[in-house]
């Protein structure tokens, strides 16, 4: 068995501090499950300002993480903490995986399909949060967001998976681009078929985007060959940062 760790941690995206807890250590596990790992334990990183967040809400936050861990079915063996002007909170995680099937971003082999795990559209549910008008759709984006990639484990087993990665900060597109890049390839969407959270749906459709999209597809957006039919609002979504985003399988 070969080990691997990760590390993740970022600011809260939510308000309540036991489902940021909660949302933290599903993001940051998902990179064991990209490589075809078995969690087995995980160093908690908490930096807090302790003179503006009491004792009762930092707890909170360690709590949900904590509640992730337990059903990845692994311990919080220990951690590091420090006094920050902004709340932060993440994992170091460390996982098993026999050399054989570690499975990478650079390995796809044409004629593969694309299978994506979770539906796109959390940036823009996080964008609608912060302005206020998220309502119903913030139970979509916390089931999204804190849901294990488990699958990742099982997917690596089986012969015909090539490559696995994660689909976070640079949305899909960028994501796949990557997967492109290391296999020395090109992928093709069809804009209909890309799973997208409803209610990110309806928000993108009225024109709701993040900073971030915009910023990726300046980025990368010279790579990719946009159609003339494609929309605005397909793109951000294409374009979205997924926060704990789903497994992105070429198989």
Not at 108 to 121: C, I, M, T, W
Not at 223 to 233: I, K, L, R, S
Request: proline residues 5%; glycine residues 14%.
């Amino acid at each position: 068995q070969a080990l691997v760790a990760t590390t993740d941690f970022f600011t809260p995206i939510v308000d309540d501090p036991f489902d940021f807890g909660r949302i933290a250590a599903t993001n940051a596990l998902s990179d064991i499950y990209a490589m075809g790992g078995t969690p087995i334990m995980a160093l908690a990183l908490v930096g807090m300002p302790i003179d503006k967040l009491p004792p009762e809400v930092i707890g909170r936050i360690l709590e949900g993480g904590a509640s992730v861990c337990r059903e990845a079915g692994i311990p919080i063996a220990g951690g590091h903490s420090i006094d920050v002007l902004e709340p932060i909170y993440g994992l170091v995680a460390m996982g098993l995986v026999h050399p054989d099937k570690v499975r990478r971003n650079a390995d796809a082999q044409a004629g593969d399909v694309l299978v994506l795990g979770k539906p796109l559209g959390v940036g823009i549910l996080s964008a609608a949060l912060k302005k206020g008008v998220l309502g119903d759709g913030y139970a979509d984006m916390l089931r999204h967001t804190t849901q294990l990639n488990k699958v990742g484990t099982d997917l690596a087993a089986q012969g015909g998976v090539h490559a696995l990665t994660d689909v976070t900060g640079f949305g899909l597109a960028g994501h796949l681009l990557e997967i492109c890049r290391g296999s020395g390839l090109s992928a093709q969407l069809r804009l209909a078929d890309v799973p997208l959270i409803d209610s990110a749906l309806a928000f993108a459709r009225q024109g709701m985007a993040t900073g971030a999209s915009a910023r990726n597809w300046n980025g990368y957006g010279a790579q990719v060959d946009w159609p003339a039919h494609g929309t605005d609002w397909q793109r951000a979504l294409l374009t979205d940062p997924q926060t704990s985003g789903g497994l992105l399988v070429s198989c």
